[in-house]
């Protein structure tokens, strides 16, 4: 993969005080691009974020709502990006329970105010609302599509029917749970923008994501390493769910990928679409078999234990994605096996201070750019 086409480009990032977010500001600063940051504060503590000093990296910051249209509006008018890649959102599913309504305002309608403002400013960056394009407007400088804009969804978009075939993107949406309900909810509003607008748009769907520096809660690895730092031994609610595990750098690739050929030719049909950006299928694992990987990674004959709730809320149990589209079309592929990719992560977790996060990171990004694509 050639991700030279960065190098001085204008890349916004939303979300980047977060885990994915945070790590994406780091590879593009390091392939040359002068990256801009948008999101609100980090949402944990620690946070990749604030060990890994990514806020000296950037070109411009703004700690704000993406539903704040005005001030995200303003801040795309001055920065005028080539390319946005939006991952603000609230990402979890337990939590989405407990807050439906900011899941889905966050999720939806901070979807909505990331392409409106695109809109606006590809339409010259105007006061007030964006110049309304024609239905169906083609690609061209100063009426939608510009900028390019790669979405940031989720696995869990598609209508989950426990299968053990993985999802395509031609799968029809939907969602139990708020959190993947909004997920599908975006990707139909994403879908809609890129039609009726004409926008240089695509939407991107990872599996479950691993790597240094995601401290969220109610996340598998990050849980256990929360407990073993403490000399715990950690609960682990669902062994049993099958899940698509893949280190933090392989969607970043995928998004990468694809935002290079969106710069490149920018509103082919072929690049705005959705992909799929998941493990190969020897990615595919329990939570349980995850977490004897991530015990005998950590050492210090470190052990879990079963701790699932009866009562507790509904999750998937079974979820697969179909990369083949990302494979043939783009040329992507995954490049570490899952215990690569638990070594790194528990690697980074052990070694880690402020000092040398961000170092840290870039030793995996040097890593994984070494493998053969
Ligand atoms: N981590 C995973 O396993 C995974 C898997 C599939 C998809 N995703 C998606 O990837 C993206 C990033 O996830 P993550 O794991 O890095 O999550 P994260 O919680 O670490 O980061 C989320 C980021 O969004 C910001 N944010 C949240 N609400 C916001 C709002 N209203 N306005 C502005 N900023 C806001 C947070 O401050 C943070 O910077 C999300 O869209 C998520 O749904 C994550």
């Not at 691009?33 to 944990?44: E, H, I, N, R, W």
């Not at 959102?89 to 979807?111: D, W």
């Not at 869990?156 to 708020?178: H, L, M, S, V, W």
């Not at 715990?232 to 998004?255: D, F, T």
Request: proline share 5%; hydrophobic share 40%; with cysteine.
């Amino acid at each position: 993969m050639n991700f030279d086409i960065y190098r001085g480009k204008r890349v916004l990032v939303t979300g980047h005080t977060g885990f994915k977010g945070s790590w994406l500001a780091i590879w593009l600063h390091q392939l040359g691009a002068k990256v801009y940051g948008y999101s609100l504060p980090p949402p944990t503590k620690p946070s990749n974020y604030a060990l890994a000093g990514v806020k000296a990296l950037l070109a411009g910051e703004v700690i704000g709502d993406v539903c704040d249209r005005k001030r995200l509006a303003a801040a795309v008018r001055r920065w005028k990006p080539d390319i946005v890649f939006h991952l603000a959102a609230q990402p979890l599913v337990r939590l989405s329970y407990q807050e439906p309504y900011a899941t889905f305002e966050a999720n939806v309608l901070g979807t909505a105010s990331v392409l409106d403002a695109v809109r606006a400013g590809d339409a010259g960056g105007g006061r007030g609302a964006p110049a309304l394009p024609a239905l169906g407007a083609s690609c061209r400088a100063g009426v939608g599509g510009k900028t390019a804009v790669v979405c940031i969804t989720t696995d869990k978009c598609y209508e989950n029917k426990e299968q053990a075939k993985g999802y395509r993107e031609t799968d029809p949406f939907g969602g139990y749970d708020p959190y993947s309900a909004s997920k599908g909810a975006a990707e139909i509003l994403i879908a809609s923008y890129r039609r009726s607008f004409g926008m240089n748009l695509a939407s991107v769907r990872a599996g479950n994501v691993i790597g240094g520096g995601d401290w969220a809660k109610d996340r598998i690895i990050p849980d256990m390493v929360k407990a073993l730092k403490k000399g715990q031994k950690p609960g682990v609610r669902n062994p049993k769910a099958v899940r698509p595990w893949q280190h933090v750098l392989e969607p970043l690739s995928g998004y990468l990928a694809l935002g290079a050929k969106m710069l490149a030719e920018p509103c082919s049909a072929t690049w705005c679409s959705g992909w799929n950006f998941g493990p190969e299928r020897t990615g595919e694992d329990d939570v349980g078999h995850v977490a004897d990987l991530v015990a005998r990674a950590w050492g210090d004959g470190a052990a879990w234990e079963f701790t699932g709730d009866p009562k507790a809320v509904h999750e998937a149990n079974l979820l697969r994605l179909d990369i083949a589209k990302a494979k043939k079309t783009l040329g992507w592929k995954p490049r570490w096996s899952l215990e690569d990719a638990i070594a790194h992560t528990i690697g980074w977790y052990k070694r880690a201070t402020r000092k040398n996060a961000r170092a840290l990171c870039l030793a995996d990004i040097g890593a994984y750019e070494g493998v053969r694509s």
